[in-house]
C-alpha cells in the first residue's frame, strides 16, 4: 500500500498551487484521502492528539445504518412486482432479490453519480473541500423515492436538492434545509404525477391482477375516511385477498405495516428496518436519540388528541397506526437526525423532534391533500430549528448575564 | 463552608507511559531557557541581557513594556549564551549555561510575624521584582494579573487531570512551608476568599491539608475536572466585570519562598512520561530546563515528538529546546506522519475515541486500558456538523459551539453572552480533541480572547 501512496505523493504537486492542475486540488484532495487518512499532524500548539474520529466515518455510519432499509427495499420492491400480478412468492427470494436489484440499484448509482458530480463541480468552482454529506444524501434520496421513478428524475431532483438545498449556502453544514427531504420536495411539486397516485409497484410492463391495489396505507386510511367508513376497516378491506409475507396477518394490517411487506417508498415501507437504523445510529452516537424518541411521540400525542376530538373518520386513527403508516419512522430516524438541519440544543431537540412528530399527523388528518405529511414537518421544523436554538441560547445567555456586575 | 462538585461531563485520556514516582539521578540539565512566547498576551518583551552576560538566579532577563514593573527573571546563574530571534527579530528564547553551583539574588526575608503585618504594596514590590509575579494569571483572558487590580476571589486547582499529568502533590514534596507562605501573601490581594480545590476521590496531600483561612473545596470527575477554569465556574463564576486570579499550587509555594528564604527559587520537580519514554519518571531541575539531557538514552523509538506541557495543551517543541515557563511535565508522544490505507473507516480499537461511530471500537477496552495516541489528526479539516458532542465533554453551563461560531464572527456581544469571559484555552481543549471536524478551537478561542481584549 506504501507503494500505492507513493505514486499519489508524486501526483500531489501538480495539483497544489503553481502547479499544471491546481483548480482540481480539492478532487485530488478528496480522491486522496479516501484512500488514505492523511498523514497530516496536530499543529505545534494545542492538542497534540486526535480522536479517532472523522467526518467521513460520521457519514458512512449513517449508510451503514441505512443498508437494512435499502435490502428491505430491494427485496419488497420485487416482492409488491410479484404479489401484484399473482405470483406471491416467500419474501427473501432470489426472484424479488433480482427483480429488485434490477430497479433500485440504477436508483442509487444515478442518485450518488449525479450528487458526486455536482459536488465535485462546486468544489472545483467553489474551491471547498468535497463535503462528503452526499454519501448520505446519496443514499437517501433512493429510499424516499417510489421504485418507478424516471431514471433522470432521480438526477434532477438530486441536482436541486445538493444545489439549492445546500450548496447556495456554502456547503455541508451550512445548510438550512435537510438536502434529501429538499429533493423529495422537489419532485413532489414538480413531477405529482411520477411520486403520487398508483406510482408504488414496479410493474414493469406486466398488468396487476384485480385483486391488488398499489396504493399506500395512506391514501388508503384516506379514501376510506372519505367516505365515511373507519380507517381499520378500510384498510383491512383492501388487498383482503392477499396474504403478509411474514405471519398470519392481514395486507393492511398493523403488523404488516410495521414489518413493511406494503408498497410505498423505496426504503421507508418498514418501520422495523427503520428501527434497527435507529439502533445503529443511537449506540453510535451518531443520531440524536432525543430527536428520534421525541418524533415518535409527537406523533403519538398527536394521534391521540384526534382520537379525542374524532371528528371524522382519519381523526379516529389509532394513534399507533400513524407511527407505522407512511415514512414517519423513516423520516425520523434519518431526515430528523441530520445534525446539520436539525436543532443544535439538547434542549431543543427534544422541541424540534416533538413538533416534527406532531406536525407529520397534523397534516396526515387535517391537510390529506399532501398525505406524506413527514416529508413537510421535517423541511418546516428545519426552518424554525434556528429559532428554537436562539431561545435555548437566550435563556443560557440571561444566566449569565444575571450575575454580571458591570 | 467547602463546596463539593461532582462532575459528569468531561472524558479521561489515559495514555500510556505515566510517570513512576519516583525522581531520577541523573546529572541535570546544563541549559536552560526564557521564552517570552510561554506568557500569553505579552505582546512587546525588552530584553535585559546581551550574550556573554554573567546573571544570577532571580536577575531579571526581560519585561513586557505593557507591564513594565513585572520582571521574568533567570531560573540559575550562569552565562547568557544564546538570545534566540526569529522573524522579524522575534523573541524567542534566551539561553541560559548553568553553573554547577546556583548563586542567587537575594531579597529581604521575614518571619511569619512580618510577613503577617507586610502590606499589599510591599508584596508587590518584593514579587514583581523577585520574578514571581507571572505565577498569577487573571480570568477573564488567562494573562498575568496585572498588580494593580483586586481580584474578587482567587483559585488554586490542587489536583491535574491532564492525560499523564505531572502529580501535584508528589511534585511539592516538602514544600508545606512555602505553601502556606505563599497563601498569606496571597491573602493580601483580596477581600474574597481564596480557594483550594481538591480531588474528591483522592487524598489531600500534607502540603494543602494544613493552610487555614481558606476554602476548601472537592471535585470529582473526568477531565477537566480539575481545570481551574472549571472549577470557577462551579463556585464563583466570572460575570462581565469580575476579576478572578489563579494560582498553580507551584506557583504558589514559589511566592512563599522568595519571602521565606529571599531567593527566586524555581527548581521544580517535572515529570516525563509519555509511550515513547524507556522509564518515565520525576527529575529535579530549574523551570525552563533543556530537554535534551533528560531525553538522551531515555527513548524508545525515533519518530518521536515532544511536549512542554500535556498532550492537550501542550506545545511541540524541539529535542534541544526547553520546557516552558509554567511547564511540570514533558510528554513524549510517537509522531503521526502516517497515512493510512482506507484509514477513515478501518475499525480502529487501538485509538482512542470518545466516539463510537462505525469501527470506532475502543470503548470495548474498558476505562483502564492505557492507549499509546500519536500525533495524527486521524481526519481532515471540515465545516461544524455533527453538534452535542463538545457539550459533553465540556462541565460548564456553555455552549461551545455557539461560542466558536461567535468569535469566527467577531460578534463581541455574543461573545461575551455565551462565556468568552470564562474560559481560556484549556478549558475547550477536550473539545479540540473530539471535534469530528478538526477545528483548532484553542486557537480560536485564542482569537476570540484577544478581540475581547483589544476590541
Keep these: 500500500m506504501k507503494f500505492l501512496h507513493n505514486i499519489l505523493e508524486k501526483q500531489k504537486p501538480m495539483f497544489e498551487k503553481g502547479g499544471k492542475l491546481e483548480k482540481f486540488y480539492y478532487l485530488f484532495e478528496a480522491g486522496e484521502t479516501f484512500m488514505f487518512s492523511p498523514a497530516s499532524t496536530a499543529g505545534n500548539k494545542g492538542a497534540q492528539i486526535r480522536d479517532a474520529v472523522d467526518l467521513k466515518r460520521m457519514m458512512m455510519t449513517v449508510v451503514i445504518a441505512m443498508i437494512p432499509c435499502l435490502i428491505w427495499g430491494i427485496f419488497n420492491v420485487g416482492y409488491q412486482h410479484h404479489v401484484a400480478i399473482g405470483e406471491q412468492t416467500s419474501f427473501f427470494s432470489v426472484d424479488n432479490l433480482l427483480f429488485g436489484a434490477r430497479w433500485v440499484l440504477p436508483i442509487v448509482l444515478v442518485a450518488y453519480a449525479a450528487g458526486g458530480i455536482i459536488e465535485a463541480v462546486f468544489a472545483v468552482v467553489r474551491k471547498h473541500p468535497i463535503n462528503e454529506g452526499f454519501l448520505v444524501t446519496g443514499m437517501l434520496i433512493p429510499l424516499i423515492v417510489p421504485p418507478t421513478i424516471p431514471l433522470w428524475q432521480v438526477a434532477l431532483a438530486t441536482i436541486f436538492g445538493v444545489v439549492v438545498g445546500k450548496e447556495i449556502f456554502g456547503g455541508t ?14 419532485l413532489y411539486f414538480a413531477y405529482p404525477s411520477q411520486i403520487s397516485g398508483e406510482v408504488w409497484t414496479q410493474l414493469a410492463g406486466e398488468t396487476p391482477i384485480d ?11 384516506y379514501d376510506s375516511s372519505n367516505v365515511g367508513n373507519a380507517v381499520t376497516a378500510g384498510l383491512a378491506n383492501v388487498n383482503s385477498a392477499l396474504a403478509a409475507p411474514f405471519g398470519d396477518f392481514s395486507f393492511f394490517s398493523f403488523e404488516n405495516m410495521l414489518i413493511g411487506g406494503i408498497p410505498g417508498s423505496i426504503g421507508e415501507t418498514s418501520t422495523l428496518m427503520a428501527l434497527l437504523g435507529a439502533i445503529i445510529l443511537v449506540v453510535t452516537g451518531v443520531g440524536s436519540w432525543k430527536i428520534i424518541v421525541s418524533a415518535f411521540a409527537g406523533a403519538f400525542l398527536m394521534g391521540t388528541v384526534f382520537n379525542m376530538v374524532g371528528a371524522n373518520e382519519f381523526m379516529n386513527v389509532p394513534a399507533q397506526y400513524h407511527l407505522v403508516m407512511g415514512g414517519l419512522a423513516f423520516g425520523a430516524v434519518f431526515m430528523a437526525t441530520d445534525p446539520v438541519s436539525a436543532s443544535q440544543t439538547e434542549t431543543g431537540k427534544w422541541i424540534y423532534g416533538l413538533l416534527i412528530g406532531a406536525l407529520t399527523v397534523l397534516i396526515r388528518v387535517v391537510n390529506p391533500a399532501y398525505p406524506e405529511g413527514i ?32 | ?14 495514555l500510556a507511559g505515566k510517570a513512576q514516582k519516583k525522581i531520577a539521578n541523573t546529572p541535570p540539565s546544563d541549559t536552560f531557557a526564557i521564552k517570552p512566547t510561554d506568557f500569553v498576551g505579552m505582546t512587546r518583551p525588552k530584553l535585559l541581557v546581551a550574550e556573554g552576560d554573567v546573571v544570577k538566579a532571580g536577575t531579571p532577563v526581560l519585561y513586557d513594556k505593557m507591564q513594565e514593573n513585572v520582571m521574568v527573571c533567570s531560573p540559575v546563574s550562569g552565562e547568557v549564551v544564546e538570545v534566540k530571534r526569529g522573524a522579524k527579530r522575534k523573541l524567542l528564547e534566551i539561553k541560559i549555561l ?55 476571589s482567587i483559585f488554586i486547582s490542587a489536583f491535574d487531570t491532564h492525560p499523564l499529568a505531572a502529580d501535584v502533590a508528589f511534585t511539592l514534596k516538602g514544600e508545606e512551608e512555602a505553601f502556606k507562605t505563599g497563601i498569606e501573601i496571597l491573602k493580601k490581594f483580596t477581600e474574597g476568599t481564596i480557594h483550594i480545590n481538591h480531588d474528591l476521590n483522592g487524598e489531600v496531600s500534607s502540603v ?18 480539575g481545570n481551574v477554569g472549571v472549577q470557577i465556574h462551579h463556585v464563583d463564576p466570572i ?6 486570579w489563579t494560582v498553580t499550587p507551584y506557583g504558589v509555594a514559589q511566592i512563599g519562598k522568595l519571602f521565606n528564604k529571599g531567593v527566586y527559587d524555581a527548581s521544580r520537580v517535572v515529570a516525563v512520561a509519555g509511550s515513547e519514554v524507556s522509564e518515565p519518571q ?25 511536549i512542554s506541557g500535556n498532550a492537550l495543551t501542550g506545545e511541540k517543541i524541539e529535542k534541544d529546546g526547553a520546557l516552558g515557563y509554567y511547564s511540570n511535565l514533558l510528554s513524549v508522544l510517537p509522531e503521526g506522519d502516517h497515512a493510512d490505507f482506507l484509514g477513515w473507516i478501518m475499525p480502529k480499537k487501538e485509538v482512542l475515541s470518545f466516539h463510537r461511530a462505525w469501527g470506532l471500537f475502543s470503548f470495548l477496552n474498558g476505562k483502564n486500558k492505557e492507549y499509546v495516541l500519536d500525533t495524527n489528526t486521524n481526519g481532515e479539516p471540515r465545516a461544524f456538523v455533527e453538534t452535542g458532542v463538545f457539550e459533553k465533554v465540556t462541565p460548564m453551563d456553555i455552549y461551545p459551539v455557539y461560542l466558536l461560531k461567535a468569535i469566527l464572527a467577531e460578534d463581541y456581544d455574543n461573545m461575551e453572552a455565551l462565556g468568552i469571559y470564562e474560559v481560556i484555552e484549556e478549558d475547550l481543549a477536550l473539545c479540540e480533541y473530539v471535534d469530528v471536524s478538526k477545528h483548532d478551537v484553542q486557537q480560536m478561542v485564542r482569537n476570540g480572547i484577544e478581540l475581547m481584549q483589544n476590541g
Design chain 2, 239 to 244: 460575570g462581565k466585570g469580575d476579576l478572578v
Design chain 2, 98 to 152: 548553568a553553573d554547577k553551583e546556583i548563586q542567587y539574588e537575594t531579597f529581604q526575608t521575614y518571619n511569619v510575624s512580618d510577613i503577617k503585618s507586610l502590606s499589599r504594596e510591599e508584596a508587590t514590590a518584593q514579587m514583581v521584582k523577585g520574578g514571581v509575579w507571572p505565577n498569577i494569571i487573571q480570568r477573564p483572558y488567562g494573562v498575568i494579573a496585572k498588580e494593580e487590580e483586586t481580584p474578587k
Design chain 2, 208 to 225: 494543602f491539608s494544613g493552610v487555614e483561612g481558606v476554602q476548601h473545596n472537592k471535585f470529582s470527575g473526568p477531565h477537566p475536572a
Design chain 2, 282 to 306: 520525576y527529575y529535579k531541575t530549574y523551570t525552563g530546563a533543556c530537554v535534551n539531557k533528560i531525553v538522551e538514552g531515555n527513548l524508545k523509538s525515533e519518530n518521536v515528538r515532544f
Design chain 1, 173 to 186: 453544514g451550512m445548510n438550512v434545509l435537510n438536502v434529501a427531504m429538499t429533493a423529495r420536495a422537489f
Design chain 1, 375 to 406: 416529508m413537510l414537518a421535517v423541511l418546516l421544523m428545519n426552518v424554525f430549528a434556528p429559532l428554537i436554538d436562539f431561545y435555548v441560547v437566550q435563556a443560557n445567555k440571561k444566566r449569565r448575564l444575571a450575575r454580571a456586575t458591570v
Design chain 2, 1 to 14: 463552608m467547602s463546596k463539593i462538585v461532582k462532575l459528569k461531563k468531561g472524558f479521561d485520556i489515559n
Design chain 1, 211 to 221: 385483486a391488488y391495489s398499489g396504493a399506500t396505507a395512506l391514501s388508503v386510511a
